[in-house]
T-cell receptor, first 115, second 111 residues
Framework: EPEVTQTPSHQVTQMGQEVILRCVPI?????FYWYRQILGQKVEFLVS????????KSEIFDDQFSVERPDGSNFTLKIRSTKLEDSAMYFC?????????????FGEGSRLTVL | GQSLEQPSEVTAVEGAIVQINCTYQ??????LSWYQQHDGGAPTFLSY????GLEETGRFSSFLSRSDSYGYLLLQELQMKDSASYFC????????????FGPGTRLSVLP
């Protein structure tokens, strides 16, 4: 069964360092997303991406964040200068955008720990 | 703004039935989805309602009332493995492009 894959599964970094989280969405999907989840809290929307551009972003997604689809398969989230409060699980997701079937396919997540 | 409300915790025993409610206020509404998340895992899709009424999928059912901005997830014949967090999510457009998640309900199933 097709799945969304994410790497790394866990990354530890120092405050102020740059981090890149990688995702391979399901191949025929059109919409890509990043969400984050601070431990024990809800899933928070960061950004959605369609047709090689950002379609929507939340207030969390400030100038320190960027996304890119550098080739036909990868979708990356970059945090330019990490802060302690960026420590969270980051989930990549994709959807096929067919008639709003309501289903997002999530990867297993990348746990980011900022020290 | 976007606002979804769910109870924070629910506890039930094996074999019981439990209902998890979700109310929402969002700019744009196309449908309501439900996701299950086990500790340390990714959210996984359970069900989706675009129209009013009940959708049944095995032991799980989901209900939507658009006029009341309300939905619920009904879990029957509870099993220990159903212990997880359950999130409702509003689908805001008909391409399924934008999802807003509720705060989640932690379900504990006791023996």
């Amino acid at each position: 069964e097709p799945e969304v894959t994410q790497t790394p599964s866990h990354q530890v970094t120092q405050m102020g360092q740059e981090v890149i989280l990688r995702c391979v969405p399901i191949s025929n999907h059109l919409y890509f997303y990043w969400y984050r989840q601070i431990l024990g809290q809800k899933v928070e929307f960061l950004v959605s991406f369609y047709n090689n551009e950002i379609s929507e972003k939340s207030e969390i997604f400030d100038d320190q964040f960027s996304v890119e689809r550098p080739d036909g398969s990868n979708f990356t989230l970059k945090i330019r200068s990490t802060k302690l409060e960026d420590s969270a699980m980051y989930f990549c997701a994709s959807s096929d955008g067919q008639g709003g079937a309501g289903e997002l396919f999530f990867g297993e997540g990348s746990r980011l720990t900022v020290l | 703004g976007q606002s979804l409300e769910q109870p924070s915790e629910v506890t039930a025993v094996e074999g019981a039935i439990v209902q998890i409610n979700c109310t929402y206020q969002t700019s744009g509404f196309y449908g309501l989805s439900w996701y299950q998340q086990h500790d340390g895992g990714a959210p996984t899709f359970l069900s989706y309602n675009a129209l009013d009424g009940l959708e049944e999928t095995g032991r799980f059912s989901s209900f939507l009332s658009r006029s009341d901005s309300y939905g619920y997830l009904l879990l029957q014949e509870l099993q220990m493995k159903d212990s997880a967090s359950y999130f409702c999510a509003v689908v805001r457009d008909n391409y399924g492009q934008n999802f807003v998640f509720g705060p989640g309900t932690r379900l504990s199933v006791l023996p």
